[in-house]
């Protein structure tokens, strides 16, 4: 952590903690007004590195997209195929890296020596946005405000966009993440897998997925929204495999403002025949999607709930290997995504970016397994591209790499949507990383009403 590049972070860091833990405001018009110039729309520096190994940002990229055979059900294609590794990292030559590597990396790297590999390939800056996103942050950018009431918080004034492009502290990046831009309404057919030991391939679970971002409802006024009750993140979740979990299902409306609404979720189980509320599906109670291979908020990247259990300190920015443009996992099945023992090498990308460090830590008092996280995430996306775990002893404990892929039709980049979860003194889990029908490749649909993802929907949908 020590060598940090704290660029001209240092200050707004100060800055932030001199207003207080409770409130947050957005910035003056003058900083806002550096949103589309010297930074990108959404928050990024625009400007490449001094090396040139991290370019400048340019907006959306041409690439010739088949947009037209994707609609018709096509699996996604990957833009960079052609291009071939820079550089290789491994557990030989990883000292020559150690600063742009997490701490989770090294781990991983050290632990299999023989056959664990980053391969390293040309970066691409190709996250954008639709204008009305860009126009929507910076908006958001004077007016947003982070509310605080017990150990809960939120966001006010802000929708359609980045809430806060410019952050002060580690809680403003999270809401970022949070709120970051992932399209508005999509659905995926995927399989989550638990690996034992042994190295057994156990299916947790085979589903449907409806994802949608109600933040991102376009047109809607930030008073609008907030009279919708600041509902974000929407899932619907329906089982069709293993076969004595088929018809079981899962709805959550989750909030961004924790102070005025609480994250809801219900479940229906075959076995009962009806919804019942799921108030325990959160932190660290093992995640029955994937047989309890991991805690429920280590997927999509962790910290999209509040700042209830965990102090959230933002530790700099720096430049870090992270997978990036991971597109090449639409065309493989599990055989090409999973060894016996880890991922595939072959089948991940990395690429040079900077990432915002953030860092966890638990609050007095409250109780959960892992007792300081450290987030990576992504300055262009806002999406958490790694995140390591200590144990309350201070171990190294968990590992997550977060893949990403480039989406044309969304436009930009899909971010911290499948994670791939080590426990490094147990087995390890992958989920949300197998798309196995072509046609359900975080395919983009309208958006739905709300009332699609309800408890009532949810026992509509009920199959058994």
Same mark, same amino acid.
């Not at 707004?12 to 550096?34: H, I, M, S, T």
């Given at each position: 952590?020590s060598?940090?590049?704290?660029?001209?972070?240092?200050?707004?860091?100060?800055?932030?903690?001199?207003?207080?833990?409770?409130?947050?405001?957005?910035?003056?018009?003058?900083e806002?007004?550096?949103?589309?110039?010297e930074l990108t729309?959404?928050g990024a520096?625009r400007?490449?590195?001094k090396?040139?190994?991290?370019?400048e940002?340019?907006?959306?990229?041409?690439?010739?997209?088949?947009?037209?055979?994707?609609?018709?059900?096509d699996?996604?294609?990957?833009p960079?195929?052609?291009?071939?590794?820079?550089?290789?990292?491994t557990?030989?030559n990883?000292?020559?890296? !150690?600063?742009k590597?997490? #701490? +989770? &990396?090294?781990a991983?790297?050290?632990k299999? *020596?023989?056959?664990?590999?980053? $391969?390293?390939?040309?970066?691409?800056?190709?996250?954008?946005?639709?204008?009305?996103?860009?126009?929507a942050?910076?908006?958001?950018a004077?007016?947003?405000?982070?509310v !605080?009431?017990?150990?809960? #918080? +939120? &966001?006010?004034?802000?929708?359609?966009g980045? *809430?806060?492009?410019?952050?002060? $502290?580690?809680?403003?990046?999270?809401?970022n993440t949070?709120?970051?831009?992932?399209?508005?309404s999509?659905?995926?057919k995927?399989?989550?897998?638990?690996?034992?030991? !042994?190295?057994?391939r156990?299916? +947790?679970?085979?589903d449907l997925?409806?994802?949608?971002?109600?933040a991102?409802?376009?047109?809607?006024?930030?008073?609008?929204y907030?009279?919708k009750?600041y509902?974000?993140?929407?899932?619907?979740?329906?089982?069709?495999?293993?076969?004595?979990r088929?018809?079981?299902?899962?709805?959550?409306?989750?909030?961004?403002?924790?102070v005025?609404r609480?994250?809801?979720?219900w479940q229906?189980?075959?076995?009962?025949?009806?919804?019942?509320?799921?108030p325990n599906m959160?932190?660290?109670?093992?995640?029955?999607?994937?047989?309890?291979?991991?805690?429920?908020?280590?997927?999509f990247?962790?910290?999209?709930?509040s700042q209830?259990?965990?102090e959230?300190?933002?530790?700099?920015k720096?430049?870090?290997?992270?997978p990036?443009n991971n597109?090449?996992?639409?065309?493989?099945?599990?055989?090409?995504?999973?060894?016996?023992?880890?991922?595939?090498p072959?089948?991940?990308?990395?690429?040079?970016?900077?990432?915002?460090?953030?860092?966890?830590t638990?609050?007095?008092?409250?109780?959960?397994?892992?007792?300081?996280r450290?987030f990576?995430?992504?300055e262009?996306?806002?999406?958490?591209a790694?995140?390591?775990?200590?144990?309350?002893?201070?171990?190294?404990w968990?590992?997550s790499?977060?893949?990403?892929?480039?989406?044309p039709?969304?436009p930009?980049v899909?971010?911290?949507?499948?994670?791939?979860l080590?426990?490094?003194?147990?087995?390890?889990?992958?989920r949300?990383?197998?798309?196995?029908?072509?046609?359900?490749q975080?395919?983009?649909?309208?958006m739905?009403?709300?009332?699609?993802?309800t408890p009532?929907?949810?026992?509509?949908?009920?199959v058994?």
């Amino acid at each position: 952590m020590s060598r940090i590049k704290h660029h001209a972070l240092a200050a707004c860091v100060a800055a932030g903690a001199a207003l207080g833990a409770n409130l947050a405001a957005a910035v003056g018009e003058a900083e806002a007004a550096r949103l589309g110039k010297e930074l990108t729309p959404l928050g990024a520096e625009r400007a490449g590195n001094k090396d040139g190994s991290i370019p400048e940002w340019k907006g959306c990229p041409d690439l010739g997209a088949p947009l037209d055979k994707l609609k018709a059900g096509d699996r996604r294609w990957d833009p960079y195929a052609a291009e071939k590794p820079l550089y290789t990292v491994t557990a030989a030559n990883m000292a020559q890296y !150690a600063d742009k590597l997490s #701490d +989770g &990396v090294r781990a991983l790297l050290q632990k299999y *020596p023989e056959t664990m590999k980053l $391969d390293v390939y040309p970066t691409h800056r190709n996250h954008c946005a639709p204008e009305w996103v860009y126009q929507a942050t910076a908006k958001n950018a004077v007016n947003a405000k982070r509310v !605080a009431g017990g150990d809960n #918080d +939120g &966001v006010e004034g802000a929708v359609n966009g980045i *809430p806060f492009p410019i952050p002060k $502290d580690g809680a403003e990046v999270r809401w970022n993440t949070n709120f970051r831009w992932r399209g508005e309404s999509f659905e995926s057919k995927l399989r989550h897998f638990s690996m034992t030991s !042994a190295g057994d391939r156990v299916l +947790g679970t085979q589903d449907l997925q409806y994802n949608q971002f109600e933040a991102y409802r376009k047109g809607m006024s930030p008073q609008e929204y907030a009279a919708k009750g600041y509902l974000g993140w929407m899932l619907m979740q329906i089982t069709d495999a293993p076969s004595f979990r088929a018809g079981e299902g899962i709805v959550a409306r989750d909030s961004t403002n924790y102070v005025e609404r609480d994250r809801q979720v219900w479940q229906y189980l075959v076995g009962q025949r009806r919804v019942r509320r799921a108030p325990n599906m959160g932190w660290d109670t093992p995640d029955f999607v994937n047989s309890g291979a991991n805690f429920f908020d280590e997927v999509f990247g962790s910290p999209y709930t509040s700042q209830e259990r965990y102090e959230y300190k933002l530790a700099g920015k720096k430049e870090m290997l992270i997978p990036y443009n991971n597109n090449k996992v639409f065309g493989l099945k599990e055989d090409g995504i999973y060894l016996k023992d880890h991922h595939n090498p072959d089948a991940i990308r990395w690429e040079l970016h900077r990432v915002w460090v953030l860092e966890a830590t638990l609050k007095p008092g409250k109780r959960h397994a892992v007792s300081k996280r450290v987030f990576y995430v992504d300055e262009d996306t806002w999406g958490t591209a790694l995140f390591d775990g200590w144990d309350p002893s201070g171990k190294l404990w968990r590992v997550s790499l977060s893949l990403n892929y480039y989406l044309p039709d969304m436009p930009g980049v899909m971010s911290s949507y499948s994670d791939i979860l080590y426990v490094l003194d147990g087995s390890w889990s992958s989920r949300n990383t197998v798309f196995y029908e072509p046609g359900y490749q975080l395919k983009a649909v309208a958006m739905k009403p709300d009332s699609v993802f309800t408890p009532d929907a949810l026992s509509g949908r009920g199959v058994r």
